[in-house]
């Protein structure tokens, strides 16, 4: 068990006193929460919910023990709003129902997946009716109401899930008052595809490749954290070389994704020169990274105890590119600055207050573009970042434009640290040779990826297999905090304002 | 021949506008389309068969015939390489305004018609925009007409070298921003986005498809050229002809189409150097050319040039 997780066992009652006195005392960010089925070896379901310490590497893990005969335990959503679609997703998953809930609509699944089905219980199964019936999804079994705006002048505009360009599929619906927008609802979890699932069918080894296709543009950063998850449970320590490897490429996965979305944001206010500006830059970045590693997006490096190819080989190549890519990047942001038109628009639109990011445990960008201090890189160093000198950089201001500045400032935070790290030279082999994973076993694995932090959680069988992959992106957290964000807009700066959030559809459709 | 000149804008309109994205593209660091890219779009759309929602009325069918029509007998009326415009006694300037807000009267309306979210918000947006620039189109033509004693745009155009006066150059600012928010470009609206929920034009025609849909293009090239072709008739009527002989019309053809491409290279200039603006800040945009025009006719009426 890995030092800085420190596991509570609760009685049922007593667990939701603990985290709400922890989430209380203001010096724990809740992180996430979720269920495993141990109804094979304890005979009941587990609950957890991890909780990271401000100022410490420690995560605090409180859990309780759930009978499948009594599924109910009371929410904690009234007190910690975070966890609303977590209880919703575990209500979905595992039929554990959060007593006191205030929304407990279905979540995950769409109205033609079967009532009674909790998918990630290891005796689920679905009959062949059941799944032609979900594929063709055109009986409704369990119909979603969406929230309803009454009143004069309300007018309701539904738009998605299939968008005019070639995006991900999500439903959002308006209702305005004129151009303003009164509440936003979006419906996500279109391209549920069972991720979670999936884990417990192959080795802790061949997950490593569906981690890194979780969400194509952090395919890095999610097999980096879910590699770090499986070492951690297995207590193997990866080489020097192995975490600078890393940690090089994670912020090359960072510099290409903030780069592009700033350039993207410039699509919401028309401006097609950054755009296209943008893209050059960051198509640059991915032919460089194909160079590095043979694979535009970094796919293929990450193994269980280290990696596949040193990238430090090419330290002159990377150095080059580097310093060209500084210098496209700083004319971009001068004349994207200097196009005050654009400016303006980013000013004061879709305000993210600090009180309702906090609430809603919004993480990465978007956090820190509304003060919120917070960077899992600096909060529970990991790989090299302990020996990095670097500060996670926020804004007070809270609007679009601070999310593109909180990117801006991290672009070259990110190309500080990668000429940092080639100053030095690291030992160790690529990879150290892991054959078996201990039985039984748990823990975390986690990083910053462009959007936000990413979690696995990993639980062993009595086999050394998957028993429980516990996937958090950080789109299933930030996505809640758009109609915040939106309310008081005008319908047309939406499209902006969800740009500058950036949000994978993938990523939170897990 | 003089009868034949509105073929001109009904055949070159699409060349018009691909030349305006061809150099949207070349600002962008993008080899573009081809420059008669448009030509094949709307051929593209003619072929293919349309779907037509079972939610619209005779309207929905009615507003492409009614938009192209009318822009074509908007074009009869505008003096296009010669002002010798025997259609000119069907109207004047006034009445190309109002055609064009029957076109667009007819649009709206089929935006609303299918009762989709997108063309409701694109026909209200629209006619926010309408009411806006009406009145400062209006007043900056009046400023010439003034001088010309006229508002037959034959007259107007058939005015000799180059008027450069104080008014006229506020007129023609006032212009110019009545042309971008006509014809959908940035900053008013963006004619390439993909964003349903900010478009405008885009928005009233989203749910035509096919031939009507090619129509609708057609129309808002048509209207697109008829309204550089104005600014050129009103602001800049030097080596447009008033007889018919041949040589003369070849060289007036000339000039005209190296004015059409100046005014394409300055719209994709604007195009490619601002955002978007807000949409409710638009007004503010919309307002300050009707104050320019206002301020145009004032000044010629106190100073008489």
Same mark, same amino acid.
């Given at each position: 068990m890995p030092e800085n997780e420190r596991y509570i066992e609760l009685e049922a009652n007593r667990f939701r006193d603990h985290c709400i006195a922890l989430y209380n005392s203001g010096r724990y960010y809740p992180r996430l929460m979720f269920a495993a089925d141990l109804r094979q070896s304890n005979d009941c379901f587990r609950i957890y919910m991890v909780f990271s310490e401000k100022e410490k590497d420690i995560f605090h893990i409180p859990f309780f023990d759930l009978k499948e005969n009594a599924p109910v335990y009371k929410s904690l959503t009234p007190d910690i709003p975070a966890v609303h679609w977590y209880e919703r997703e575990i209500r979905d998953m595992f039929g554990l129902i959060p007593e006191g809930h205030p929304d407990l609509r279905r979540l995950v699944f769409h109205d033609s997946f079967p009532s009674d089905s909790y998918p990630l219980r290891k005796d689920w199964t679905i009959s062949r009716t059941d799944l032609n019936e979900w594929g063709e999804g055109l009986i409704k079994k369990e119909a979603y109401k969406f929230m309803e705006v009454e009143g004069e002048g309300v007018h309701e505009i539904p738009v998605g899930p299939v968008h005019a360009g070639i995006i991900e599929p999500g439903h959002f619906r308006f209702s305005t008052v004129g151009e303003t927008i009164f509440f936003l609802e979006p419906r996500l979890f279109y391209t549920h595809k069972g991720i979670e699932k999936h884990f417990e069918g192959m080795s802790f080894f061949d997950g490593v490749r569906l981690a890194e296709r979780v969400s194509g543009t952090s395919s890095f950063s999610h097999s980096a954290a879910y590699c770090m998850a499986v070492e951690r449970m297995a207590d193997i320590e990866i080489s020097e070389k192995a975490a600078a490897v890393r940690t090089m490429l994670l912020e090359l996965e960072r510099l290409y994704n903030h @780069? !592009?979305? @700033?350039?993207?944001?410039?699509?919401?206010?028309?401006?097609? @020169?950054?755009?296209?500006? !943008?893209?050059? @830059?960051?198509?640059?970045?991915l032919q460089f990274n194909k160079r590095l590693t043979g694979s535009r997006y970094l796919r293929g490096i990450n193994i269980i105890g280290g990696v596949t190819s040193d990238v430090f080989l090419k330290a002159d190549d990377i150095l080059n590119t580097i310093d060209a890519v500084t210098v496209e990047y700083k004319k971009f942001m001068k004349m994207l600055l200097g196009t005050i038109s654009h400016i303006e628009r980013l000013e004061n639109t879709g305000k993210l207050s600090k009180d309702i990011a906090l609430r809603l445990g919004v993480t990465g960008v978007a956090a820190r573009a509304s003060g919120i201090n917070d960077d899992i890189r600096k909060a529970h160093p990991h790989f090299l970042y302990d020996d990095l000198d670097f500060e996670p950089h926020t804004s007070g201001k809270c609007d679009v434009y601070a999310r593109m500045m909180v990117r801006a400032e991290e672009v070259e935070c990110s190309i500080s640290i990668i000429n940092a790290l080639l100053e030095n030279s690291y030992n160790g082999d690529l990879s150290s040779s892991v054959k078996t994973i201990p039985a039984g076993s748990s823990a975390l694995g986690y990083t910053e990826t462009p959007r936000g932090s990413v979690f696995y959680w990993v639980m062993s069988d009595s086999k050394g297999m998957p028993h429980r992959v516990k996937l958090r992106s950080p789109s299933f957290c930030n996505w809640p905090a758009v109609p915040f964000a939106v309310h008081g807009e005008i319908v047309p700066d939406f499209p902006l304002c969800n740009k500058s959030f950036n949000l994978s559809y993938s990523g939170s459709d897990m | 021949m003089e009868y034949l000149q509105f073929i001109l804008i009904i055949i070159l309109s699409p060349l018009i506008n691909g030349v305006i994205r061809k150099l949207k593209a070349q600002m962008q660091g993008r080899p573009g389309p081809g420059l008669f890219q448009s030509y094949f779009d709307l051929i593209r759309l003619f072929k293919k068969d349309m779907r037509i929602s079972n939610t619209t009325s005779w309207i929905f069918g009615a507003a492409p015939y009614i938009l192209f029509t009318s822009t074509i007998v908007a074009a009869m009326i505008v003096p296009v390489i010669t002002t010798v415009s025997p259609f000119s006694v069907m109207g004047d300037i006034i009445a190309i305004i109002y055609i064009f807000a029957l076109g667009r009267f007819f649009m709206a309306l089929a935006g609303l018609d299918a009762g989709t979210a997108f063309g409701g918000e694109g026909s209200s947006r629209e006619? =926010?925009?309408?009411?806006? $620039?009406?009145?400062?189109? #209006?007043?900056?033509?009046?400023?010439?007409?003034?001088?010309?004693?006229? =508002?037959?745009?034959?007259?107007?155009?058939?005015?000799? &070298?180059?008027?450069? =006066?104080? *008014?006229?150059?506020?007129?023609?600012?006032?212009?110019?921003?009545?042309?971008?928010?006509?014809t959908g470009r940035i900053p008013v609206d963006n004619p390439d986005t993909h964003l349903e929920?900010? %478009?405008?034009?885009?928005? #009233? $025609?989203?749910?035509?498809?096919?031939?009507?849909?090619?129509? %609708?293009?057609?129309?808002?090239?048509?209207?697109?050229?008829?309204?550089? =072709?104005?600014?050129?008739?009103?602001?800049?009527? +030097?080596?447009?002809?008033?007889?018919?002989?041949?040589?003369?019309? +070849?060289? *007036?053809? &000339?000039?005209?189409?190296?004015? #059409?491409?100046?005014?394409?290279?300055?719209?994709?200039?604007?195009?490619? *150097?601002?955002?978007?603006?807000?949409?409710?800040?638009?007004?503010?945009?919309?307002?300050?050319?009707?104050?320019?025009?206002?301020l145009s006719l004032l000044t010629y009426i106190m100073t008489g040039r």
């Open positions: @780069i !592009g979305d @700033i350039g993207n944001m410039c699509a919401g206010t028309g401006v097609a @020169i950054g755009n296209t500006y !943008g893209a050059v @830059i960051k198509e640059d970045l | 006619m =926010t925009v309408a009411i806006l $620039v009406e009145p400062m189109l #209006m007043l900056s033509i009046f400023t010439a007409a003034i001088s010309a004693g006229s =508002t037959n745009i034959a007259m107007l155009a058939s005015i000799s &070298g180059p008027i450069y =006066t104080p *008014s006229h150059i506020l007129a023609l600012s006032a212009f110019i921003i009545a042309i971008i928010a006509e929920l900010t %478009m405008i034009h885009e928005g #009233m $025609v989203l749910e035509y498809s096919g031939k009507y849909l090619a129509l %609708m293009e057609w129309a808002h090239y048509m209207k697109q050229m008829l309204l550089f =072709t104005l600014a050129v008739d009103i602001f800049f009527p +030097a080596g447009i002809i008033n007889n018919t002989e041949p040589a003369a019309l +070849a060289m *007036s053809f &000339g000039i005209y189409l190296l004015k #059409m491409f100046s005014i394409a290279f300055f719209m994709a200039i604007i195009e490619s *150097s601002r955002a978007k603006m807000r949409f409710f800040q638009l007004p503010s945009l919309l307002e300050g050319g009707f104050v320019l025009a206002f």
